[in-house]
């Protein structure tokens, strides 16, 4: 039985990976030198950082670019692995012995799908991972509003909270409006307005989850839209059950960018978002989510496309097919935010926005790989 890996593999697999990893050196250190280093420099000269934060800091943003150089690195890597192999007659010699462009491809085609995996799960742990340990080095306590707004059967507003700021379990300034069922010139107007001091995320008497206001003013609104009535109370508690957890995860999430969430919540975040309505957020947040599969599998094609282009003749230029991987990964990255906005705004639906780009790079690989003479 004829061995399947051979010498030959060996080789290839070898030269591959080692350019491989020199170009995600590379992309890693052009990425965090100019601007990231220096900062982190300038704070550490200043004192805001000790050395070993300094380097903590440098150490945990790592993962966020190794999402992005995992596929670089990987395209130039054949790229320039193949066009050597070219340059120097080898191909030549792995097909005078039989080995055709499928057969040569082979080992290239298992060291992209490692590094495939290895994208992924940048994804999925170790930039969710990096993101939390950067916010607790950092200490950043971002305040932010939030407004969550509960519908009835038919769709109309029962009752809405906006809090004003809030930082993980703390709330200021919340404000709760309760609707009334009656509708005037096609607005529903309200009943009572509530303005609480301060809140949190805890549990009622039926040790359910809820949120309990402190220091409450309330005011009660007639028809014609006086406050009538005012009250005051030291505790509360609003949003009881499901929809007091439904609400605080997301308003948590809210604050969050999809990369430091990992696979599991943001599914679980999506899900909410659609469950309560929140179109826009959902489509958005569906779209960033089917990209955490189809992205890491860009790797495969641009490894690909990376051989393809380094395929050439003995006198043909390097610069051509380099600019070729630039241009590619110049319009792959570009195009992202441009599939976000038309998810976002349902123009077209996140399944299209997400697979769409590799999609792409598959018909540019399939049409490419007709016009060479391989």
Same mark, same amino acid.
């Given at each position: ?58 150490? !945990? ?15 130039? @890597? ?38 495939? !995996? ?20 950092? @200490? ?34 919340? =404000? ?12 529903? @107007? ?70 430091? =969430? ?6 679980? !975040? ?39 282009? @380094? ?17 590619? =990964? ?45």
């Amino acid at each position: 039985m004829k061995k399947f890996f051979t010498v030959y593999d060996r080789y290839i697999f070898t030269q591959v990976l080692i350019t491989t990893i020199v170009a995600i050196l590379l992309f890693t250190i052009v990425w965090i030198a100019p601007e990231m280093l220096l900062n982190t420099i300038k704070k550490v000269l200043a004192g805001e950082y000790s050395p070993q934060t300094g380097v903590l800091l440098l150490f !945990y943003e790592i993962p966020k670019i190794l999402g992005k150089a995992f596929p670089v690195g990987l395209l130039l @890597g054949s790229l320039f692995t193949f066009d050597k192999l070219s340059k120097d007659s080898e191909l030549t010699i792995f097909r005078a012995v039989g080995m055709s462009f499928q057969r040569i491809l082979c080992p290239l085609l298992v060291l992209s799908f490692i590094v495939t !995996y290895l994208c992924f799960l940048t994804y999925d742990k170790w930039i969710p991972y990096s993101c939390e340990k950067l916010s607790e080095i950092k @200490g950043s306590r971002t305040l932010t509003q939030y407004i969550y707004t509960q519908k009835d059967d038919n769709n109309n507003p029962k009752q809405a909270v906006v809090v004003s700021k809030f930082f993980n379990n703390e709330m200021s300034d919340v =404000i709760v409006l309760d609707f009334s069922e009656q509708i005037f010139n096609d607005l529903h @107007g309200l009943e009572n307005v509530m303005v609480a001091e301060h809140g949190k995320m805890g549990v009622n008497e039926k040790g359910e989850p809820c949120w309990n206001l402190t220091n409450i003013k309330s005011y009660d609104i007639n028809e014609e839209g006086i406050f009538h009535v005012v009250r005051e109370y030291n505790k509360m508690n609003i949003l009881d059950g499901e929809p007091a957890q439904n609400a605080y995860t997301i308003m948590i999430n809210s604050t969050k960018r999809d990369r430091d =969430i990992n696979n599991k919540d943001l599914k679980h !975040y999506v899900s909410l978002l659609k469950k309560e309505g929140q179109d826009e957020d959902y489509r958005l947040m569906l779209n960033k989510y089917l990209q955490r599969f189809f992205h890491p599998f860009v790797c495969v094609l641009l490894a690909i496309m990376g051989c393809l282009l @380094g395929f050439s003749k003995p006198r043909e230029q390097k610069l051509v097919g380099f600019t070729i991987a630039i241009a590619c =990964i110049f319009g792959y990255y570009i195009t992202l935010p441009f599939f976000d906005l038309l998810a976002e705004k349902g123009v077209l639906h996140p399944l299209i926005t997400a697979s769409f780009p590799p999609l792409a790079f598959l018909g540019a690989i399939i049409a490419f790989y007709r016009s060479k003479d391989l």
